[in-house]
């Protein structure tokens, strides 16, 4: 908890990731945060992150009347 110039306390939070790991034959792929949009790929010791809703957010319609 934090304290404020008020006097008023402040309750700070993390919030938790509720990972879902995707496995191909068996080994660890990724892993997936359903409820914040998160994908978490490790490659040799290095964790990247991919934010989905940014990622939804950036992508153009599909028009369905083009053949």
């Given at each position: 908890m934090a304290a404020t110039g008020s006097?008023?306390?402040e309750q700070c939070g993390r919030v938790r990731?509720?990972?879902v790991p995707v496995r191909v034959a068996g080994k660890?792929?990724?892993r997936y945060d359903p409820r914040r949009r998160i994908v978490e790929v490790q490659d040799r010791g290095?964790?990247?992150?991919i934010d989905l809703a940014a990622?939804?957010?950036r992508a153009q319609p599909l028009d369905i009347n083009v053949k």
């Open positions: 006097g008023a306390i990731a509720d990972y660890l792929v990724f290095e964790r990247h992150y990622l939804d957010e």
